[in-house]
């Protein structure tokens, strides 16, 4: 299959995300193995394998592992996990680079790669480019019979727990409080890391769809949205736990639950885990604002901002996507950050990318060190959100640029930031609309002081997309 071929393909997304595409209409083994020969190309010798449950994940291991050996690569396989530990065990083992098999949160005939470079660092444009460049070409690094490649397993999963509990200071204080947890896992990759993380805190783990019966169809919608979400909200109630914690199918998300709540809104996830921080101990009143920036995503709400704001801490926003988020920290030196559809992110736990397992840890850390029965507790002390994401399905050949144009007319007068889509912000409040990486969809997301005008917001914007 060409380069063109590749980006004719309807069934297919390519971006810095990866690569998605429906089975067999947009991945098949023949273009699974060009992209395997693509990868090998880009260099290095050891390759970290994961992969969340789906049940075409192992058949792409496979096809993967057995391209990669012929090309000379030592494999090593971390096998059910999720992307953030498939990106620490990158870093640990110092591999060349990683594919997490997944498709995140796309329906079940979905699955897909996601590219990992040297440091566990996804892939950038430039890798991407390279990585096609030589799949258009047919230049493979192939290698004869002698000098074949490897395979091993490895128990990555361990590893990465322990990096997260190394991040913390305040462990005992957390096991002292012997949390009562829901776990909905999706039957995900995260089933078996979370809990083991939750245990080892000293939290008693409830576990909901936390068995690998449940995988391959998944037993609920992949994404943790509020209607996916109700058995985990029932399991909350009815069990008084002192929160939860719900996952996507690869487990780089998280979605934090309370017995009260039930699921919360997925944004509230960054400013708990910043109250979880270990370097946030007091009220610094002597640090100059803004001296240390952290980096969110323009459709993030702006609760990181309100919380982190009397503490001296500036906020970034990049474009959506881990990789722009993670390229922001390291260009400012940004230990935090994440996205608000909960991806926690921090620089020294060695997936530095979204981490379910980080942010759990966080939070738990802030309800220890807030003196929090339950995440309730700590909920009450925390701004109401106005926000809501909704999204639209593009038409075969609709022009985005024409949709954008609309918009911008319907809000006069409103700062304009096109470095992702089209994003309006004044003192009131903001939305961005933007084309998926992941699905054939336009988003909009809003935010605002009150609800009248959230709804002013949405409306306007769909008026101009319909």
């Known amino acids: 299959m060409s380069h063109h071929d590749l980006k004719a393909n309807q069934n297919l997304m390519i971006s810095v995300s990866g690569i998605r595409g ?60 999720p992307t953030p530990t498939v990106k620490a065990a990158v870093k640990l083992h110092k591999a060349s680079g990683g594919i997490m098999i997944s498709a995140s949160h ?44 490897s395979y091993r397993k490895i128990e990555a999963v361990k590893d990465h727990v322990a990096s997260v509990l190394k991040l913390l200071s305040n462990t005992e204080q957390i096991k002292s409080k012997k949390y009562t947890v829901v776990v909905d896992a999706v039957a995900g990759a995260g089933r078996e890391a979370l809990p083991l993380l939750l245990e080892e805190l000293g939290c008693t783990v409830i576990p909901l769809f936390c068995n690998p019966d449940n995988s391959g169809e998944f037993p609920r919608p992949p994404e ?10 029932e399991a909350l109630r009815k069990s008084k736990a ?66 982190a704001e009397p503490y001296g801490y500036a906020i970034l926003r990049s474009a959506v996507g881990e990789a722009n988020v993670v390229a922001m920290m390291r260009k400012n030196s940004s230990f935090f950050g994440g996205e608000g ?50 999204k639209f399905d ?12 609309r918009i911008e007319s319907l809000f006069p007068g ?3 930031d096109r470095r992702d889509g089209l994003h309006l912000a004044n003192s009131e409040g903001w939305v961005h609309v933007r084309a998926s990486n992941t699905e054939p969809v336009m988003r909009v997301i809003a935010e605002a002081r009150n609800a009248a005008n959230l709804n002013q917001l949405l409306s306007r914007a769909a008026r101009a997309i319909k």
Request: with cysteine.
């Open 414 to 416: 409103m700062n304009v």
């Open 394 to 405: 593009l038409k075969q050949g609709a022009d985005v640029r024409e949709v954008f144009t």
């Open 22 to 81: 429906t089975i067999p209409e947009g991945l098949n083994p023949s273009l699974i193995a060009d992209i395997a020969l693509g990868f090998a190309a880009t260099g290095g010798k050891r390759v970290i394998l994961g992969m969340d449950s789906r049940n075409t994940g192992p058949l792409i291991r496979d096809l993967l592992k057995s391209t990669l050996i012929a090309c000379g690569k030592e494999v090593l396989d971390a096998e059910l996990a």
């Open 106 to 149: 796309n329906p079940p005939q979905w699955n897909g790669l996601k590219l990992i470079a040297r440091e566990g660092f996804f892939f950038a444009k430039e890798d991407l480019n390279t990585m096609l460049a030589s799949i258009k070409s047919s230049k493979f690094p192939l290698v004869d019979y002698r000098n074949l490649g």
């Open 224 to 233: 943790p949205t509020p209607a996916a979400l109700k058995k985990f909200s």
């Open 242 to 307: 002192a929160c939860g914690f719900a996952l996507d199918p690869d487990a780089d998300r998280i979605v934090p639950g309370s017995a009260e709540l039930g699921a919360i809104n997925e944004e509230y996830s960054l400013p708990l885990s910043f109250l979880g921080l270990p370097e946030i101990k007091s009220l610094p009143k002597a640090r100059p604002r803004g001296k240390i920036p952290f980096v969110v995503n323009l459709s993030t709400s702006t609760l990181l901002d309100q919380i």
């Open 341 to 390: 559809n909960g991806g926690i992110i921090h620089s020294k736990v060695p997936s530095f990318g979204r981490d379910s397992l980080l942010g759990a840890a966080l939070i738990l850390s802030a309800m220890a060190r807030h003196d929090a029965a339950s995440l309730d507790d700590l909920m009450r002390q925390l701004p109401t959100l106005f926000m809501e994401k909704r």
